[in-house]
């Protein structure tokens, strides 16, 4: 009897076991192509050596790339990972905080704060970008401020800064007063662990004159190929005015961004 239950009972285990239709890997992809990429990576990837296949794919990553028109920010860059391009697109945003001022100076640090001091003022010429209404304005004597980006922090592990290597976009804009001349500077570190530098950019001083169009100006720089070891971004700008006039008519910023790209 007790032989009997247990044949009966191998036999029930063997009859509920789940039979897998064999699907064609074209829709299998097109399943896949509809399911969170974290999910396809988790799950689905570890079911058999096919959907592995299919997961491991540059043409499925590059499929879903199109497909949710995710593009590299440097467009003439052909990605060399489609996968990791994939989730980095995913992660793309501005890691600076309150860029255009509209938290006074909240997420900034004041590194020098000459004359009159650093101020937040309405834009006196309309931004390319018409969502940005305000920025910060610099005196007669040097006015800098800063924010440090702790890459690890924002979701960029060792492991994506040291083999993947993305590019660091830097943006920055800047205009003078129509009435004032003004000076502009722009310096940006990358650091290791221990803070120190890796590779930095810093612009040469540009200068307005005194009557000008107050036309706001994009500064641009891109860091490629940097090597290992990156683990913070300091970014650093600021100016005067030249004419030494009390109060604010130095050089106003805003609309900065520094970007992870694929």
Same mark, same amino acid.
């Given at each position: 009897?007790? @032989?009997?239950? $247990? +044949?009966?009972?191998? #036999?029930?285990?063997?009859?509920?076991?789940?039979?897998?239709?064999?699907?064609?890997?074209?829709?299998?992809?097109?399943?896949?192509?509809?399911?969170?990429?974290?999910?396809?990576? =988790?799950?689905?990837?570890?079911? =058999?050596?096919?959907?592995?296949?299919?997961?491991?794919?540059?043409?499925?990553?590059?499929?879903? =790339?199109? @497909? &949710?028109?995710?593009?590299?920010?440097?467009?003439?860059?052909?990605?060399? +990972?489609?996968?990791? %391009?994939?989730?980095?697109?995913? #992660?793309?945003? !501005? $890691? $600076?905080? !309150?860029?255009? *001022?509209?938290?006074?100076?909240?997420?900034?640090?004041?590194?020098? !704060?000459?004359?009159? /001091?650093?101020?937040?003022?309405?834009?006196?010429?309309?931004?390319?970008?018409?969502?940005?209404?305000?920025?910060?304005?610099?005196?007669? &004597?040097?006015?800098?401020? @800063?924010?440090?980006? !702790?890459?690890?922090?924002?979701?960029?592990?060792?492991?994506?800064?040291?083999?993947?290597?993305?590019?660091?976009?830097?943006?920055?804009?800047? *205009?003078?007063?129509?009435?004032? /001349?003004?000076?502009?500077?722009?310096?940006?570190? $990358?650091?290791?662990?221990?803070?120190? %530098?890796?590779?930095?950019?810093?612009? *040469?001083?540009?200068?307005?004159?005194?009557?000008?169009?107050?036309?706001?100006?994009? #500064?641009?720089?891109?860091?490629?190929?940097? /090597?290992?070891?990156?683990?913070?971004?300091?970014?650093?700008?600021? /100016?005067?005015?030249?004419?030494?006039? *009390?109060?604010?008519?130095?050089?106003?910023?805003? +609309?900065?961004?520094?970007?992870?790209? @694929?």
């Amino acid at each position: 009897m007790t @032989s009997l239950f $247990l +044949h009966k009972k191998r #036999m029930g285990h063997s009859e509920s076991r789940p039979v897998w239709p064999s699907l064609p890997l074209a829709i299998i992809e097109e399943i896949f192509l509809n399911l969170p990429g974290q999910q396809v990576i =988790c799950v689905c990837r570890l079911v =058999c050596s096919e959907w592995k296949s299919v997961v491991d794919s540059t043409a499925f990553w590059r499929k879903r =790339c199109r @497909s &949710e028109g995710l593009k590299p920010l440097t467009i003439h860059k052909v990605p060399r +990972h489609w996968q990791m %391009t994939y989730f980095l697109c995913k #992660m793309r945003r !501005n $890691l $600076l905080k !309150n860029p255009n *001022a509209d938290e006074g100076f909240a997420g900034w640090k004041i590194e020098e !704060n000459g004359g009159d /001091g650093w101020i937040k003022d309405c834009i006196f010429v309309p931004h390319p970008d018409e969502t940005v209404t305000k920025c910060f304005v610099t005196s007669y &004597e040097q006015c800098k401020k @800063s924010q440090l980006i !702790n890459l690890e922090e924002e979701g960029y592990s060792p492991a994506i800064m040291d083999e993947i290597q993305p590019d660091i976009v830097i943006s920055d804009w800047y *205009a003078p007063r129509w009435d004032c /001349g003004s000076e502009y500077q722009i310096q940006i570190e $990358l650091l290791n662990h221990q803070k120190r %530098t890796v590779q930095s950019f810093v612009s *040469a001083p540009v200068f307005f004159p005194q009557w000008n169009d107050q036309k706001w100006e994009e #500064m641009t720089y891109t860091f490629k190929d940097y /090597g290992p070891g990156v683990r913070f971004i300091r970014f650093k700008h600021g /100016g005067k005015d030249t004419q030494y006039w *009390a109060g604010h008519y130095g050089i106003r910023v805003t +609309h900065s961004s520094v970007e992870i790209s @694929s």
